[in-house]
């Protein structure tokens, strides 16, 4: 048998093995082999369906999602008696998921099944979630491409196509010309490192102004039109969704009974913090700032002891 007769037999039952659907029959015994050298034909075969199983495995995957749809967009999921909800049969025969996390798959397994059948392999999950918008806003086809071409030119220069590299690919189709897909200069940038936007320095606290026991603190009261006022969801009844109770401009004075409560609160948040007062007042200060929750703020910025 000729070379040539022995690849095209290779090749004609990798086919096969693609066209039947995949069993567990298909995946070969796990046994102690000692063998060397290049893979002999029956080895090779061997490979070829554990690479099978390793794409059925991710094939499964978008059609998960394709299922979850059509069973949404059929109305199929409520039941028999025709009052299950979403989230009841989610419950009942997806291992209670989200809804969130089914809408996930049911935005993703379009691409999934392109990118799939583009390259004869399908993609890793975050390769997929990296490219979906892009696909929405231009069409699955063309990001499929792209994505073939940038695995088979990271395979020819010896280059790992990562979950960073693809979403610089994202990067590009949403801000390049895609016309041309032989484009080498850009496929070739997208391997390089992606440049993080610079920190900016923290700001130093100012040194806190000493007040003495007893000593209220004025201040002034900004109108929300001025560009330094935030909202800060209290309607004037004290009830979520409204404005302030006062939003008239003009000096106020906070109480020196309030500033004493105040105060003692935030030494028992920067006790249970493990820093300071002083460091914790001036945390209070940069979370009202930023609209977020004190208790939030500290756990992401401080360092104990500080």
């Not at 001025?226 to 109770?245: I, K, L, V, Y």
Request: a negative charge; charged letters at 30%; one cysteine or more.
């Amino acid at each position: 048998m000729t070379a040539g007769t022995s690849v095209d037999s290779q090749e004609r039952q990798k086919r096969r093995d693609r066209a039947r659907a995949f069993v567990p029959e298909l995946i070969p015994e796990p046994a102690d082999l000692d063998r060397s050298g290049p893979l002999d034909v029956r080895e090779q075969r061997d490979l070829e369906r554990i690479h099978a199983a390793r794409d059925n495995h991710q094939n499964a995957r978008w059609m998960r999602g394709k299922a979850l749809e059509a069973a949404f967009r059929r109305r199929l999921y409520r039941g028999e008696d025709g009052t299950r909800t979403r989230q009841g049969y989610l419950d009942d025969e997806w291992d209670g998921i989200s809804e969130s996390a089914a809408y996930l798959e049911i935005r993703e397994w379009r691409l999934a099944e392109q990118i799939a059948d583009t390259c004869e392999r399908p993609a890793p999950d975050s390769h997929v979630r990296a490219l979906v918008d892009v696909a929405e806003a231009q069409d699955c086809e063309t990001v499929a491409q792209w994505y073939a071409e940038l695995r088979r030119y990271g395979k020819e220069t010896g280059r790992r196509v990562t979950a960073q590299v693809v979403a610089s690919l994202a990067d590009y189709l949403v801000s390049e010309s895609t016309s041309e897909l032989d484009n080498m200069f850009a496929l070739d940038s997208m391997f390089a490192p992606r440049q993080l936007p610079p920190t900016k320095p923290r700001k130093q606290p100012s040194e806190p102004t000493k007040r003495s026991a007893g000593e209220p603190v004025a201040g002034k009261v900004l109108t929300p039109g001025d560009g330094s006022f935030q909202n800060f969801g209290m309607s004037r009844d004290g009830e979520p969704g409204g404005s302030p109770a006062s939003t008239e401009p003009g000096s106020w004075t906070l109480s020196a009974e309030h500033v004493d409560q105040l105060s003692a609160w935030l030494a028992v948040q920067a006790r249970r913090a493990g820093i300071s007062p002083d460091r914790a007042a001036d945390f209070l200060m940069e979370a009202l700032a930023n609209d977020v929750p004190l208790r939030d703020w500290i756990q992401a910025h401080a360092e104990p002891g500080r």
